[in-house]
């Protein structure tokens, strides 16, 4: 119903607005032609015996009389008279008579009652046309509401143009393998079921946002060349409760119609949470929702060729029931890329787009640890961009390492001044975060180090692993956390206690966080032991934010505090000693950095030496 009152506004606003443009072009043509003065006969008549009418026009009953002066006048006779007899009753001469034009015109005309009737019917017109636009999208609205059942998956048929395989995929090699299962059972299911050979139902892709659950789900219809019907989580919830489970009916009716073909459910966390939790007010809707998906899946034959796929990266708040045997009992993960997979990515999306001759995408897979696939697809298009605004042909190297920075912390702020002092101050904090990283062993080495502004930050000091790396060491972190209170503590040592700025914020934000990680979920500190505090739950209604349940007593909280302290004051200490030990290098580092606003790698290693 929101939709409809918003229909309403949107068209009154329009009606409104046209009525009053034709108000006022309606105006200004009255006004240019202004009216004829309306006289009586016997003033006519006066006219005439005085020589001073040109011409007289006869439409039907009214006469429009010129003057030879140019003045244009109307009156009416009798019906039925003819001007020559109304004249000859008059009096007037013949002579007179034949002195005036007389043009006789006939008035029965079509033209002529639209004239008329115009005027005053067109706003009635306009008004009843504007209320039957309005009551057709009320009428609209109520439809949609009437046939909000059905489902809205939208279906992409096999042979589309846009048909996505495995080789758009680039990576996740063992989820392609176990997923190529999947794409033959559908190409021929006969040589599996002569086998005897039951086939999955349900596959769950699982991986973080952006590894490309959405992608691959397509491309097993396109390898298989299936149709592809295609929901998200989300859109089965809406306002009326019901609506989801028949929209999960009506999905898997047209699936059964179409198979061989595939399900998929992308998002499914978003109706498949674990029952009985949450305090949602969509609750009720969402286990309904989620029993229907339990009963289809139930009540098909496995051999039928339809298989479901869905998509999480919250596999952890899904129901158990979902996981059972026979529904969603093959999962699917999705890595992370590593290096290979990155510059596999990089290549697929850079199809089109035209590089500069020996660009090396190995470079920039090297330099973007973390990023996810949908990462680098945006970092692609971000260079292709770039490289359009500086009215370039081809994309460079240059536009694809500052990509990575725009992906990674927003864009340049060139305007964002900063006064002398300012420039000074920061110049200093990151010099302080780059000395520190510099000087531990296990920290990652600095990248690049920079004043401009970016994104929320005033300067920026990148580091990246020199691999991936799929665990870390208590070690690794204890210098992240120094590193991250490399600037608060360079601010400290060269400007004084009074002049600490705001800047540093977020790197005592991170720290604190990654402190309090260590102590209750990675078991890191000595004190408290092996062992995790704190249950973290999603609440349903808002999304993202976390509860934090305590499982822990009032006394244990006093002792994460003060372990979490005791982590972030050694760290400080660490960057201390370190700062106050190599104040040389930090001014030179701020020196350069003040005259430069960027160093790179390169330039910051024949500065300070290679590390370690
Ligand atoms: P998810 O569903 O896991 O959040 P998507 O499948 O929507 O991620 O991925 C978003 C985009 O990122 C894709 O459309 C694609 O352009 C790109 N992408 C992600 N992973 C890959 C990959 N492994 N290979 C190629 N492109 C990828
Ligand atoms: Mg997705
Ligand atoms: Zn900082």
């Known amino acids: 119903m929101k939709n409809a009152t918003k229909y309403i506004t949107k068209n009154l606003v329009i009606s409104i607005v046209v009525f009053l443009i034709i108000a006022a072009i309606l105006s200004t043509y009255s006004l240019s032609n202004s009216e004829p003065e309306k006289i009586q006969v016997s003033q006519l008549i006066t006219q005439i015996n005085e020589g001073q009418v040109k011409t007289v026009v006869v439409k039907g009953d009214v006469l429009e009389i010129e003057l030879i002066n140019g003045a244009k006048q109307k009156t009416e006779k009798e019906s039925g008279e003819s001007l020559s007899t109304l004249l000859s009753n008059y009096e007037i001469t013949p002579e007179k008579m034949a002195e005036i034009e007389v043009d006789i015109q006939g008035q029965s005309g079509l033209g002529y ?3 008329v009737l115009l005027p005053f019917l067109l706003p009635f017109a306009l008004i009843a046309f504007f209320i039957w636009i309005m009551m057709r999208q009320v009428q609209g609205a109520n439809n ?16 589309s143009k846009d048909k996505v395989t495995f080789k758009d995929v680039a990576g996740v090699k063992e989820a ?31 991986g973080s946002p952006g590894t490309g659950k959405t992608l691959l789900a397509r491309a097993v219809a396109g390898e298989a060349n299936v149709p592809f019907f295609h929901i998200s989580g989300s859109e089965f919830v809406e306002m009326f409760v019901g609506v989801g489970a028949s929209r999960v009916r009506d999905l898997f009716n047209k699936a059964k119609k179409n198979a061989p073909c595939i399900v998929f459910i992308d998002e499914i966390d978003a109706v498949g949470r674990q029952r009985g939790t949450g305090l949602g007010g969509s609750h009720d809707e969402r286990e309904q929702t989620l029993n229907q998906i339990l009963v289809e899946m139930d009540g098909f034959d496995p051999n039928q060729g339809v298989i479901v796929l869905a998509a ?3 596999p952890d708040v899904l129901d158990p029931a979902l996981l059972r045997p026979g529904r969603f009992d093959r999962r699917v993960v999705l890595d992370e890329p590593d290096i290979n997979d990155r510059e596999a990515i990089l290549k697929i999306h850079a199809s089109g787009k035209p590089l500069v001759a020996g660009v090396d995408l190995r470079r920039i897979a090297e330099r973007t640890p973390g990023f996810s696939g949908a990462d680098l697809a945006n970092l692609m298009n971000e260079a292709a961009i770039l490289t359009a605004r500086r009215n370039k042909k081809l994309i460079s190297i240059d536009e694809l390492f500052e990509s990575i920075e725009k992906v990674l912390l927003g864009p340049e702020r060139k305007s964002f001044l900063l006064s002398e002092h300012e420039r000074e101050v920061t110049a200093y904090h990151e010099a302080g975060h780059a000395l520190v990283a510099h000087s531990l062993p296990d920290a990652d080495p600095i990248h690049k180090i920079s004043i401009i502004s970016r994104g929320q930050a005033a300067g920026y000091t990148l580091k990246l692993p020199i691999e991936d790396r799929r665990m870390h060491r208590r070690i690794e972190f204890l210098a992240d956390l120094a590193m991250s209170l490399g600037g608060y503590v360079a601010e400290q040592e060269i400007f004084g206690q009074e002049n600490l700025t705001t800047g540093a914020s977020s790197d005592l934000r991170q720290a604190t966080r990654l402190a ?4 209750t979920d990675f078991g890191m500190s000595e004190k408290l032991g092996p062992r995790t505090y704190g249950e973290k739950e999603e609440m349903v209604f808002l999304g993202k934010e976390i509860r934090h349940e305590r499982d822990y007593s009032e006394k244990t909280a006093e002792v994460i505090d003060s372990e979490i302290n005791k982590l972030i004051d050694g760290a400080k200490k660490t960057a201390q000693e370190i700062i106050k030990t190599r104040q040389a290098d930090l001014e030179k580092i701020a020196k350069l950095l003040l005259k430069k606003e960027t160093i790179e790698k390169e330039e910051f290693e024949e500065l300070l030496g290679k590390k370690g």
């Open 516 to 519: 309090r990680k260590l102590v």
């Open 176 to 206: 392609k393998e176990e997923l190529m299962e999947v794409v033959e059972f559908l190409k021929s299911p006969k040589k599996f079921i002569n086998l005897g050979a039951k086939i999955p139902k349900g596959v769950l892709l699982m």
């Open 144 to 159: 949609r509401a009437m046939t909000f059942g059905s489902s809205s998956a939208r279906e992409i048929p096999k042979n």
């Open 113 to 115: 009652w639209l004239r």
């Open 312 to 314: 999480t990266n919250r």
